[in-house]
């Protein structure tokens, strides 16, 4: 008995194999583009965070309110809340919201630092040398 036509079978098996690791390597490899995505949009809204906090901290009069920021076509939103806390502390907390330019989901996130800092100025309890 001979087997005519295996080959075009093995052969499609073969190619048919070959095809679905291809598209599972294509996943993959868009998946990992999406988390290198999203980790760099949460270390720019750490950095933007930790710059609001740092201004806020040293007092200075020309910290906004409130920001939009346009990064590699992210708009990050920092906004800065100062409120009175016991103790003479002053609560400070800044948050940071983006969302990329095409509004895709997944690419939007939310980021909140806090701190408290003494309401007393600076200069009291420093003494000279």
Known sequence: MK??????????????LLGLGLLGAARLSAHALGAALQTRQEVQAQALATGA?????????????????RQLG????????ETPGGAGLTDIQAE???????????HAGHLSRFT??????????????
Do not use: F, K
Request: include cysteine.
């Open 53 to 69: 906090l740092d201004c806020a901290v040293a007092r200075r009069p020309s910290c906004p309110a409130s920001a939009e920021i």
């Open 96 to 106: 940071v919201s983006w969302s990329s330019a095409n509004g895709a989901p997944g």
């Open 116 to 129: 408290r800092v003494s309401a007393m100025p600076d200069w009291v309890g420093l003494s000279l040398p």
């Open 3 to 16: 087997q005519s036509g295996m080959a075009l079978v093995e052969a499609l098996v073969a190619s048919a």
């Open 74 to 81: 992210v708009t990050y939103t920092v906004q800065l809340r």
